[in-house]
C-alpha cells in the first residue's frame, strides 16, 4: 500500500492513498505518466496544494491487507486527489493522541489485519531453507533452464574495479554468491536479482549503496575467509522475474532485505543439502516450464 502527501514545512496533508500489485517504482511511473503525479507537474492540484511539494510513502503491507486497509481510510476519510476534491483543507491538523481518542476510527480492525499479515508472513518464512544450504540445486536450477552463463564464477569481485568487467550493455538475471576460494565446490548464495538495463551498473549501485550494498557490506571484511562471486545469464525480462521470483519464495537469501528493511546477520555455513532435498520439494519444473514458453514466444 502507499500514500501521497501533499507537505508544506512540517505539515504533512494526505491526498490520496492507493494499493498496487506492481512493484512501487511501476506504479509511481505510471501515475507520473497520466496519473496524480502528473497532475501535481502539470499545476492541476486542488486549490491551495498549488505552492506544497508532494511526496510518497509507502508500507509493506501487500495484498489483501493492503485492500483492506486502504478500504478503511477511504471510508473514514475524504482523500482530495481520491474523490475529485477541488479544495484541499490546510485547517488546523489535530495532534495524533487527539485524532487517536477522538475519532470514530475501526483500530482494533486495523491491529487484526496487521497483526494477520504479520503471521502470515512469519511462519512462510520459517518453511523457506536458507539459500545458503541450496548452492547445489540452484546450480542444477539454472542447468536446466539452460543459462547461457556470461560470468562464470571464477574470479572473486574484490573491489569497485573488478565491477568494469561486467557488461555494461545489456542486463539480466543474476545470483551472487560466497566461497571459500575460486576452485571451492561450495557455494552459498546470498542474493537474486534482475539487472533491467546493465549488470555493471546494477553491481556498481551494490558496491557503493549503503543500505542495499551487497558488495560494499561483503568488503566490509564481516565473512572472513570468504568472497563474492557473480554468475549473470541471459534471461531477462518476463522470464528473469518468474525466476527470481521462485528463488525467493523457495529460499531465504541472506542479504536479501524483507518488507521492513531487515537483513539476516549470520551467513548459514552448516553443510550444504544435495539437490535432491530440492527437487522432491519444491515445484520446480513447473517453473521451468513457464520460462521455457515465455523464451518460445
Known sequence: SSGINAEYGDERYPIYVGATKQSFKDRFTRHAERGII????????????????????????????????????????????????????????YPAEWTRHNLTFPWDEIKRIADSQNSDEKEAEKKKSNSEVAGNFIRFLLDELNCNVHIYDKDPIKSIDDVSKYPANYGGLYLLYMKPDPNSDIRYPIYVGNAKKSFKARFERLATC??????????????????????????????????????????????????????????????????EVFKEKLSWREM??????MDSA
Not at 521451468?288 to 514458453?293: A, D, I, K, Q, S
Open 38 to 93: 502528473h497532475q501535481a507537474w502539470s499545476g492541476n492540484l486542488p486549490q491551495g496544494a498549488q505552492e506544497m511539494g508532494i511526496y510518497a510513502y509507502v508500507t509493506h503491507y501487500t495484498g489483501t491487507a493492503a485492500k483492506e486497509i486502504k478500504s478503511i481510510l477511504l471510508k473514514t476519510f475524504d482523500f482530495a486527489l481520491k474523490t475529485g476534491r477541488n479544495q484541499l483543507d490546510v485547517s488546523d491538523i
Open 210 to 275: 549503503s543500505f542495499g550494498g551487497v558488495l560494499e557490506r561483503v568488503w566490509s571484511g564481516e565473512f572472513e575467509g570468504l568472497e563474492v562471486y557473480a554468475i549473470c545469464t541471459h534471461h531477462q525480462g518476463a522470464a528473469s522475474t518468474e525466476i527470481k521470483r521462485f528463488l525467493l519464495q523457495s529460499f531465504n537469501f541472506p542479504f536479501r532485505r524483507d518488507r521492513r528493511g531487515r537483513m539476516r546477520r549470520e551467513l548459514d555455513r552448516s553443510e550444504q543439502l544435495p539437490e
Open 288 to 293: 521451468v516450464e513457464r520460462v521455457n514458453n
